[in-house]
């Protein structure tokens, strides 16, 4: 199943509002329908809405192929339906290049920007599992956080491709997957996954990972990355952090797998990135369910730094840096 | 507030299955309602039960005056309303050795037991907040995990009660509460008891700890204690230990205030340790709400093991052991 794809003149996408409860896919016939889901959080993750931004242009071009003004506002619409996805606009604004050489260009455009995902995560996937088996033998058991698998790509996803790249080999001893506090994209999305690829998997709070690697129970840690730095630094979910602190004193790998338009060379370090405070709300209930008494504060860092001294390695789409060896981005 | 006492011929109780929502409490006047808010968990922690089975036996000891037999049953059955509480066993065989002295004298015996967990209590906190002061100086931030206040005891309880002295000294910075997952001790409990004492302070999911640390925000950790091993390993509650990790990176003080009855010398370390698993409705589900597909599978170990090298010192009401500086127990 692709997260998001064309099929028949409309984009169908896979509901993510409505998981893990039910799997719908929903048909997106028109831009309106298109930005609706995007503002929705139906289709979410930087590669897919990348691929959204492109397909929303496509339909534009269909939909309004004999009013050009209004054409023009539909493209905006699509570039613009979540201010803050960098893909999403850049996605759209690929696709709006070929508007002049007409719309099924702009198609061919989308759908080269969408075999181009499909191919970096089966990149990931290969990379990161060959690397696992060359560390960990031929039947590793890895523990993973959040989500990083179809859901947020077109299919396969960064270190979840890898996980089920392993599975596909026969080489996969099983998986811990932490459930990620406070939004529980592992509980939710991650298990969702797992299940449909029929990855054997149990599911832990995010605070046993660390005595799960000292009982003996890991091999390696794989998860993905926001943002790599230039010095090896990784910005990625709360949680990461402590994972790397237990890797390390447990004496197992931990892998970072994250397309290679997560190196920001510009950034020198982690202590030069502002992590987003989401705000207690996220912290004090979970799906309507209150967690602790009214009026309580928090404090909610939506990510953490890893330092890349806990890092063993980070494999891209394109190579394998072996930071334990002294390699560097 | 004391969360069980003797008031008017009666057992009073903070009924903690109500809290956080409604802070309610339940007058007992009889032993079938005691036992039965012990069966409820309307009172726990090892501390409290051990004060309900004596206060129980007193309400024994009236109710059934004029009926031994009844009243032995009545005795039996405090004792034996919760099979693995030792302490309720202890604190209702302490006061039923007092029966033949009269009802007066079992009820004296129940009220010293009281009065001991309460002076128990008040020690660990006088320890606790001298060696926080000397170690971080006069306005400790403090990160703490699970719930150690006055709910599992009468007053004060263990590593809170520290937290609580530092605050009544005006020698607290402030309070990092984690939510502790699955059950969620820390966000009902522990911000619910803060609150009661005014503390400042702020909740994070479990998961933020170690990066909290690793950003300057907290100058100690300080938490309980379920069993303290010959060789200073500690095992508490499931997080304790990913803490650990992040005060040592963090090179803060690991500080951990228990009952001296809780050092188990005939355990020789961490390993010799049976970690009970919890099963997985805990992980999937909170308050009813679901968290994971259905059928998931989930690892669900209740307590993890912090090596003693991890920790900077034990607090017990007796005694400082400063394992960083070679004291062992």
């Known amino acids: 199943v692709r997260t998001i794809d064309w099929v028949d003149g409309a984009v169908e996408i896979v509901d993510q509002t409505a998981l893990p409860d039910v ?8 831009v309106e329908d298109l930005v609706d889901a995007i503002r929705r959080l139906a289709v979410r993750g930087a590669p897919a809405l990348g691929v959204a931004g492109a397909l929303g242009v496509a339909l534009a071009a269909r939909q309004y192929a004999a009013d050009p003004a209004r054409r023009e506002a539909a493209v905006a619409a699509v570039q613009h339906a979540r201010p803050t996805a960098v893909n ?23 759908l080269r920007l969408r075999d181009e995902e499909i191919a970096s995560s089966a990149a990931q996937g290969r990379l990161g599992a060959d690397l696992v088996t060359e560390l960990c033998g031929p039947a590793a058991r890895l523990l993973t956080h959040c989500n990083t698998g179809a859901l947020a790509a077109v299919v396969g996803g960064t270190a979840l491709a890898a996980v089920a790249e392993l599975h596909r080999r026969g080489a996969l001893g099983g998986v811990v997957a932490s459930e990620t506090r406070p939004l529980l994209q592992g509980a939710r999305l991650t298990a969702w996954e797992l299940r449909q690829l029929g990855v054997p998997f149990r599911l832990a709070v995010d605070s046993a990972g660390p005595f799960l690697m000292a009982r003996g129970e890991v091999d390696a840690v794989i998860l993905g990355a926001d943002r790599i730095c230039a010095n090896g630094d990784v910005v990625n979910k709360i949680g990461t952090y402590a994972h790397a602190l237990g890797a390390q004193r447990a004496g197992i790998p931990f892998l970072v797998v994250a397309p290679e338009s997560t190196v920001d060379t510009g950034t020198p370090d982690g202590a030069a990135v502002e992590i987003e405070d989401r705000g207690r709300d996220e912290v004090l209930e979970f799906r309507g369910t209150r967690t602790a ?37």
């Open 88 to 110: 999403l606009a850049r996605g759209a604004r690929r696709a709006a290049a070929r508007l002049s050489a007409g719309r099924d260009a702009v198609l061919t455009e989308a």
């Open 23 to 30: 799997t719908r896919v929903l048909r997106l016939s028109t």
């Open 293 to 329: 008494p009214p009026d309580v504060d928090a404090v909610n860092p939506a990510f953490d730094v890893t330092p890349y001294d806990l890092v063993t390695a980070i494999v891209t789409d394109r190579r394998v840096i072996r930071l334990d060896k002294g390699e560097r981005i």
